[in-house]
């Protein structure tokens, strides 16, 4: 018997939790996402047929169009049901337009519903208003498609034909990239300014002791550079050590601080960064396992609201419940009088829905500890606090500056201090800054004082400082400037970074972006002969134009119009340009980046050729990619890779650079070198034991370099950190199994008893400690709990000890080389010792008539090939005999 009504959602599992929701009149099914999209071919998207475009229905769409088809047979309604936001919308559209086209859905009642968590009333309360589909949103969302598809599409052939090595570039990837490279830039180009400044210990008159730093000297107010070098801080200095200070003045303000409003995709995706250590990736990840839904004890519920949003605002339902929360768990003088309401800036209607907040705030973090892992309790509690914290009262701080003066007035001091009068908010959230350097004084308290009274100088010190280049994007200061800029849209950044990745135009070391020198080449090539379409303003003001589309306030085949006829004027541009032209644009812009740049900021003296005369170095390209040659080629066939160094010498490339020596082991005093061999860099302690007849030569440790690692960054410390691999971090805590962090095959991994576990890239396998090692183990989950392992009894024939243990393909016996699979039903802590005997026998017996038959089967073919050598060996004296005797009858004729 079919169901009267059909609701269609996204992903399985929330479609198991609505089921139980609806009941048996309702059929919930997933499309498991989109069931249809553009296929990866040109001609998908016909700019001269008006855009239309080209929708191909996958394998794993067919099956679920299938079933959701098999469904709608003898339904009355169809109700799609699909994410809140414009790619929720689309979902629905294709799933309503592949229906038609099957003439399934013809006399049926199809409408959209919505709703923004998963709980049973707003299912029930959704399904009571279904409305028609947004033909606005869908058509925002064809602009964006056919806008990435045509820029992929046509900038890609553009790259592999002027820019070898180049996988791909996109509308906003892209754009995104290029601040990563103008970080870089800035970094590389920067110049560190050096300054001093002077400090000093004070004690107060009740004997505390304070710091406070000089501001004036001789009543003249010093800027950050005014000390600019050791002589003049010396200088101020000696006016400070007079000492005889008193206080000349107090300022004190009282300071109210407003809570943070709550989580938008953008600030959770920043906040779960800087607190959590989460990539946005992740984070989105554990988001979705909350918004879909937790098995609570038997009864599967959404924890948070819907997590793609840029909206601030909070719905009267969980305002009131904070209200209730806060009242309960702080007390009434954490509640304001008034709720607070905070109005979105977004323009976008497809995000005009609520903050990510909890489902129901009464459900505290303490009480789902039983049932999140660690990860999703982690987020859960950081929405938790966040939302609740959104609606409590102002701090407030007593902020207090004191001024120091000395007796001839020749230098000044200012101590700053600040004390929490009452926490509010802050007694539940505080947010991480970007600059932890940044120190406002919050936690700093000074000594009562009051004008006159006089302060012991214990000591005061001058100090040097140079200022810092800009520091490289973190995901979560990527993603704010992204924000700030306008570009992309929340729901699209995690997927930006991970392409960025995957492409290996960046990588993450010490979790910021170092952009690549293929990302750096892409960037530069774009910027020069793409610039107005990848500018800031202009992303930006295409993200306004598709939201301008979903308002319903343009149309969206006029946007693409005026896009493409332009962009494909200069795509037809940068076709005709020459290999000359590309490289010497290219190499005019990055020079200073492959070539050491001297005071005046001229590279020439390190393009020299170290191994001609009059030769210059250049970037040059190849079928592989680019690479950095001599002028003279080919008389002179010096060349380097972009990311190895210069070479010193006068003659030869550099590889003659290599191995380059580190310094001594501190614990054994062998030397450690820097090589490069067939498969790239790698560290190496000592050399090759002299080999010994008829002994096989030791060879000496090695360790590779990790990916992103640069050989010029590499010293005698990280070698020697490379070289310990694997390294014993210690025991877990819950299991008291060894864990162990090492370097394999596909990358740095952490062993936990016999479990594997890949390292997160934002992690550094060099440094991590025992606590983040636990984490990642237990984000893991049942990959990374440690498998048991079971000492069972001495082999009766051997006595070798036989174990039982948890392996990749299940639980087996060992003994020695011979494993053998417990059967199913049998446990590690069940096995015998008589069971393990038999089964490694019959496990040992199965080898050997393998390896019989092998044998067998490699004899038969032995001697199928005499046979057949023999055969032909016949037929050829065969042959012979018959030419011989033609000859023979020929001669006779004649």
């Not at 409305?131 to 046509?154: K, P, S």
């Not at 014993?728 to 090492?742: K, N, R, V, Y």
Request: aromatic content about 6%; proline content about 5%.
């Amino acid at each position: 018997m079919s169901a009267r009504n059909v609701v269609i959602v996204e992903s399985p599992a929330k479609a198991k939790t609505i089921n139980k929701y609806l009941g048996q009149d309702y059929k919930v099914l997933a499309s498991f996402g989109h069931v249809r999209d553009l296929p990866p071919k040109d001609g998908s998207v016909q700019p001269d047929n008006d855009f239309a475009m080209s929708w191909q229905v996958d394998g794993r769409g067919k099956k679920q169009l299938d079933e959701i088809a098999s469904a709608c047979k003898g339904a009355e309604k169809l109700l799609l049901a699909t994410d809140p936001d414009r790619e929720g919308e689309a979902i629905s559209w294709h799933v309503r337009e592949e229906l038609s086209k099957r003439k399934v859905i013809k006399d049926m009642d199809v409408s959209r519903v919505v709703f923004h968590e998963i709980t049973k009333g707003a299912i029930i309360k959704a399904m009571d208003e279904p409305r028609e589909l947004n033909q606005e949103l869908i058509d925002a969302y064809m602009a964006r498609r056919a806008l990435d598809y045509l820029v992929g599409f046509t900038l890609s052939p553009v790259l592999w034909r002027k820019l070898p090595g180049a996988k791909s570039a996109g509308r906003v990837q892209s754009v995104a990239l290029r601040l990563i490279c103008e970080r870089e830039a800035e970094i590389e180009a920067f110049i560190p300014q050096e300054y001093w400044s002077v400090q000093g210990d004070f004690t107060a008159p009740s004997g505390d002791r304070f710091a406070a730093r000089l501001t004036h000297v001789d009543g003249e107010k010093l800027n950050k550079f005014s000390l600019a070098d050791q002589l003049s801080a010396e200088t101020a200095l000696e006016k400070v050590q007079r000492g005889n200070f008193s206080v000349s003045a107090i300022e004190n303000k009282t300071v109210r601080r407003n809570p943070y409003p709550p989580f938008t995709t953008s600030t959770l995706q920043q906040e779960a960064s800087r607190k959590l250590g989460m990539g946005a990736s992740r984070t989105m990840q554990v988001a979705q396992k909350l918004y879909e839904g937790i098995d609570l004890g038997g009864e599967t519920v959404g924890l948070i609201s819907y997590m793609r949003t840029d909206s601030i605002t909070l719905s009267n339902e969980a305002v009131e419940g904070a209200r209730k929360v806060i009242g309960t768990q702080y007390g009434d003088n954490y509640l304001p009088a008034q709720p607070r309401v905070y109005k979105t800036k977004a323009k976008n209607a497809q995000e005009a829905h609520e903050a990510i907040r909890p489902t129901d705030l009464a459900r505290l973090p303490k009480d789902l500890a039983d049932y999140l892992d660690h990860d999703q309790m982690r987020l859960y509690e950081l929405i938790w606090k966040r939302t609740l914290a959104s609606q409590m009262e102002n701090a407030v701080l007593d902020k207090v500056a004191v001024d120091l003066v000395n007796g001839d007035k020749s230098a000044t001091m200012r101590a700053n201090g600040s004390m929490v009068k009452f926490d509010g908010f802050l007694k539940v959230y505080t947010e991480d800054k970007d600059d932890p350097s940044d120190d406002d004084d919050d936690n700093r308290r000074l000594p009562n004082m009051v004008q006159g009274d006089m302060t012991d100088l214990q000591q005061a010190k001058s100090e040097q400082h140079f200022t810092q280049p800009p520091p490289r994007f973190t995901e979560a200061s990527l993603v704010k400037k992204m924000e700030e800029l306008g570009i992309g849209r929340p729901s699209t950044y995690a997927s930006i970074l991970k392409v960025l990745q995957d492409r290996e135009y960046v990588t993450l070391s010490s979790r910021r972006f170092v952009p690549e020198d293929r990302g750096r080449l892409v960037t530069t090539f774009l910027s020069a002969f793409f610039e107005r379409y990848f500018e800031y303003d202009f992303t930006a003001g295409m993200e306004e134009q598709l939201d301008e589309i979903s308002n319903g306030r343009i149309d969206w085949k006029a946007v693409l119009r005026e896009f493409w006829d332009s962009f494909s004027g200069q795509s037809e541009k940068a076709l005709s340009l020459t290999g000359t032209e590309v490289r010497d644009t290219l190499d005019k812009e990055l020079g200073r980046h492959f070539f050491k740049a001297d005071e005046h900021g001229d590279t020439e003296a390190a393009r020299k050729c170290p191994s001609c005369d009059g030769g210059r170095l250049s970037l040059n390209f190849g079928k592989w990619g680019a690479f950095i040659a001599c002028s003279n080629y080919p008389d002179c066939r010096y060349t380097r890779q972009l990311d190895e160094p210069a070479s010193d010498g006068s003659e030869g490339s550099a590889e003659e650079t290599y191995p380059k020596i580190l310094g001594n082991d501190p614990d054994t005093g062998i030397e450690i070198s820097l090589r490069k061999g067939p498969y790239g860099m790698y560290v190496q302690l000592g050399e090759p034991a002299p080999k010994e007849k008829g002994k096989k030569a030791e060879k000496p440790k090695r360790a590779s370099l990790l990916k992103g690692m640069k050989p010029e960054e590499i010293t005698l410390e990280i070698a020697v950190k490379l070289l310990s691999m694997p390294r014993d971090l210690g025991t877990h805590p819950d299991s008291g199994e060894l864990i162990q962090a090492g370097i394999g095959r596909y990358g740095p991994y952490l062993k936990h008893g016999s479990a594997f576990i890949s390292l997160p890239a934002e992690d550094d396998i060099l440094s991590i400690g025992i606590n983040r090692a636990v984490e990642v183990i237990a984000q893991a989950g049942e990959k990374g709990k440690a498998t048991p392992k079971r000492e069972i009894g001495a082999h009766p024939e051997d006595g070798q000890m036989i174990t039982a243990q948890g392996g990749r393909y299940g639980p087996y016996v060992k003994h020695g080389r011979n494993n053998a699979s417990l059967p199913k039903g049998v446990t590690i802590e069940e096995v015998t010792l008589e069971q393990a005997v038999e089964l490694l026998a019959a496990r040992a017996a199965k080898k050997g008539t393998a390896k019989k038959g092998a044998a067998k089967k490699a004899g038969a073919k032995k001697a199928s090939a005499k046979k057949t050598a023999a055969k032909k060996t016949a037929a050829k004296k065969a042959k012979s005999k018959k030419a011989s005797a033609k000859k023979s009858a020929a001669k006779k004729a004649d």
